[in-house]
């Protein structure tokens, strides 16, 4: 089993900036993906963006050139740097692991205009 927490969220202006952070314990070394998702009200849960054990990175459209993933394997631990927000950014991020599935519990995104 591999637990996820996350931590990070808020409420910021539009143009403000938001680092996520997702500390994996428990049954890590059969991690191989770690990614953030979001899902806002009344929408189906998205992919944000994806970072590989190896570094390989993807982003979903609306947040490239915005959003930064990064992971610190010693750390156990996968950061999602926000910039430039916008009020459609507002969400509940949830961090997930794979293989096989695991899920934070969320946190919720806030950009006010």
């Known amino acids: 089993q591999v637990q996820l927490v996350e931590s990070g969220g808020g409420l910021v202006q539009a143009g403000g900036s938001l680092r996520l952070s997702c500390a994996a314990s428990?049954?890590?070394?059969?991690?191989?993906?770690m990614d953030w998702y979001r899902q806002a009200p009344g929408k189906q849960r998205e992919l944000v963006a994806g970072?590989?054990?190896?570094?390989?990175?993807t982003y979903a459209d609306s947040v490239k050139g915005r959003f930064t993933i990064s992971r610190a394997n010693a750390k156990n631990t996968v950061y999602l740097q926000m910039n430039s927000l916008k009020p459609e950014d507002t969400a509940v991020y949830y961090c997930h692991a794979d293989p096989p599935t695991y899920w934070g519990q969320g946190t919720q995104v806030t950009v006010s205009s």
């Open positions: 970072i590989s054990i190896l570094g390989r990175t």
């Open positions: 428990g049954n890590i070394f059969t991690i191989n993906t």
